[in-house]
């Protein structure tokens, strides 16, 4: 793993809320006892069954997500709203997308799009059978330090457009 220590330098003193970390998100699910197959078989993701409409998922750090059964309530999301996993290399991502062809109707895979290379890593975008999109990655370095070391680059002004993105 690439990320040895997960924490953050920030100063949060002048703002209302003080939170230490950010700990987690939530998804839909139509079934967490379909849904963890997918989770466990195919992402390799940690699950526990914390409650019985949810379950709490998570990869290689202390942020988790919440899947909550919400049945025929499920609200499908959009490509833009998606999770993204990096992996390390390019020949991974392209492991990766092979198998989520190969494993489409194992997993109740809806969507599985082509390889690309775009704002500044390759990757590929599925769609798993909750509507919930995932993107797997690799990107020489760390994203994460990388984007917030470069700081803003644009002005509020140019970033009103989803065109400028």
Same mark, same amino acid.
């Given at each position: 793993?690439?990320?040895? #220590?997960?924490?953050?330098?920030?100063?949060?003193?002048?703002?209302?809320?003080? %939170?230490?970390?950010? %700990?987690?998100?939530?998804?839909?699910?139509?079934?967490?006892?379909?849904?963890?197959?997918?989770?466990?078989?195919?992402?390799?993701?940690?699950?526990?069954?914390?409650?019985?409409?949810?379950?709490?998922?998570?990869?290689?750090?202390?942020?988790?997500?919440?899947?909550?059964?919400?049945?025929?309530?499920?609200?499908?999301?959009?490509?833009?709203?998606?999770?993204?996993?990096?992996?390390?290399?390019?020949?991974?991502?392209?492991?990766? !997308?092979?198998?989520?062809?190969?494993?489409?109707?194992?997993?109740?895979?809806?969507?599985?799009?082509?390889?690309?290379?775009?704002?500044?890593?390759?990757?590929?975008?599925?769609?798993?059978?909750?509507?919930? !999109?995932?993107?797997?990655?690799?990107?020489?370095?760390?994203?994460?330090?990388?984007?917030? #070391?470069?700081?803003?680059?644009?002005?509020?002004?140019?970033?009103? %457009?989803?065109?400028?993105?």
């Amino acid at each position: 793993m690439r990320i040895q #220590d997960a924490l953050a330098p920030y100063d949060n003193q002048n703002s209302v809320v003080r %939170s230490e970390y950010l %700990s987690h998100g939530t998804l839909e699910v139509y079934s967490l006892r379909e849904s963890r197959k997918f989770y466990e078989e195919f992402l390799g993701f940690q699950c526990v069954r914390h409650a019985k409409p949810s379950m709490a998922i998570r990869c290689g750090m202390r942020f988790h997500i919440v899947c909550l059964e919400v049945g025929d309530l499920v609200h499908p999301c959009n490509v833009d709203n998606h999770w993204g996993i990096d992996v390390g290399s390019i020949e991974e991502v392209d492991r990766i !997308w092979q198998a989520a062809n190969d494993l489409k109707d194992k997993y109740g895979i809806r969507e599985v799009r082509e390889k690309v290379k775009q704002h500044g890593v390759y990757s590929f975008y599925l769609e798993d059978r909750d509507h919930n !999109w995932w993107e797997f990655q690799y990107y020489d370095g760390i994203q994460n330090d990388d984007m917030f #070391d470069f700081g803003d680059r644009y002005e509020d002004s140019e970033m009103s %457009s989803p065109a400028n993105t």
